[in-house]
């Protein structure tokens, strides 16, 4: 397959040939000839390069529930990309085929050839409100994504990561403004899930939902549920606690059930009642906003008013089934529901 190199943005050269990437947590320093951990980002005679811009195994049209986004244009469709690679390790990953391709097969890059302008036409073509960079890291592939999201944003079109927040302030800084929502997998609330599990640490991704709701992106929290692993009450408290006082309580938490996949072949599915009583946990935290995904049942995505109760949004296993907002409101009481509406 055809290489394709871009200079990198956000990496500094060293006197002695190596590079200091300044793009994620990782802070990679990468010597000569050698990648990130990423996988996806060389250091070829002092300048470090991306070998993913533009090249996309995956391109394709979802709902934007599935991201999932409960409160960013419900209904909408958004076209959504990816490329190899990944700044985390994670033994449970569902992608792990393209997110961990380059680590498990000798550095192998693929994907077809796109332009910006190329997704941009697509995004259009197919009345898409908002274009995804999903399914992998999308903080890896950076700079496409900037090109994407810079062309979209004269287009009217928004831009939506679905990320695990391991990104540095200065990379925020370069997204907010084309950015216009985030996603954020809080994976667990302990360092040692994380080192051992992701190969990441934990204050980084808190630090960066911080940042990016005071730099005005419209953030969403997601926590996979494993069973044994990050489903303790402790862990469950912190990380809703951390919602609740560190950002706010009109943040959604996303719970999501976990089913065996790559290396984490030996841990059961979650039950539903450890998802219910993540649920209660969060609520008792004073979370609004509270999903469970990945499992069927009468009213688990339904968006409720939080003054009255009013379900002002119902949908069915991350599919939207009626939106009742008015301009925004609950239609019964006239309760602002926060979210990016319109």
């Avoid at 925020?172 to 040692?192: E, G, Q, R, Y």
């Amino acid at each position: 397959m055809k290489e394709r190199l871009k200079e990198a943005s956000l990496y500094e050269k060293l006197e002695d040939g190596s590079v200091k990437c300044r793009l994620c947590s990782q802070a990679c320093t990468i010597p000569e000839g050698k990648r990130g951990f990423c996988m996806v980002r060389e250091n070829r005679g002092g300048k470090l390069y991306s070998l993913v811009y533009g090249k996309l195994p995956a391109a394709h049209i979802d709902p934007i529930e599935k991201k999932p986004l409960y409160h960013f244009l419900p209904g909408s469709r958004s076209y959504s990309i990816a490329t190899v690679g990944c700044n985390f390790r994670c033994t449970f990953c569902q992608n792990w085929d393209i997110s961990q391709m380059p680590r498990d097969k000798g550095g192998l890059i693929v994907g077809d050839d796109w332009e910006p302008e190329d997704v941009v036409k697509e995004a259009k073509k197919n009345k898409c409100a908002s274009i995804s960079y999903t399914y992998t890291e999308p903080t890896i592939f950076f700079e496409f994504a900037r090109d994407v999201g810079k062309k979209a944003k004269r287009e009217g079109i928004k831009s939506v990561y679905v990320t695990n927040g391991f990104m540095t302030r200065e990379a925020i800084d370069a997204m907010a403004p084309w950015l216009s929502v985030a996603n954020v997998d809080i994976k667990a609330f302990t360092n040692n899930f994380y080192r051992k599990i992701c190969g990441g640490r934990l204050q980084p991704v808190l630090d960066a939902c911080k940042y990016m709701k005071k730099k005005g992106i419209w953030v969403e929290i997601t926590t996979l549920i494993i069973p044994g692993k990050n489903d303790s009450d402790e862990e469950l408290k912190g990380i809703a606690g951390f919602i609740a006082k560190e950002l706010d309580v009109d943040t959604p938490w996303h719970l999501s059930a976990f089913h065996p996949d790559y290396k984490m072949l030996d841990v059961g599915s979650t039950p539903a009642k450890t998802l219910l009583k993540a649920r209660k946990i969060g609520e008792k935290a004073g979370l609004h906003y509270i999903y469970i995904g990945n499992i069927q049942g009468e009213g688990l995505g339904d968006t409720h008013c939080p003054k009255c109760g009013e379900i002002v949004i119902k949908r069915a296993y991350m599919e939207l089934l009626e939106n009742r907002l008015r301009n925004g409101k609950c239609p019964k009481c006239g309760e602002e529901i926060a979210g990016v509406w319109s």
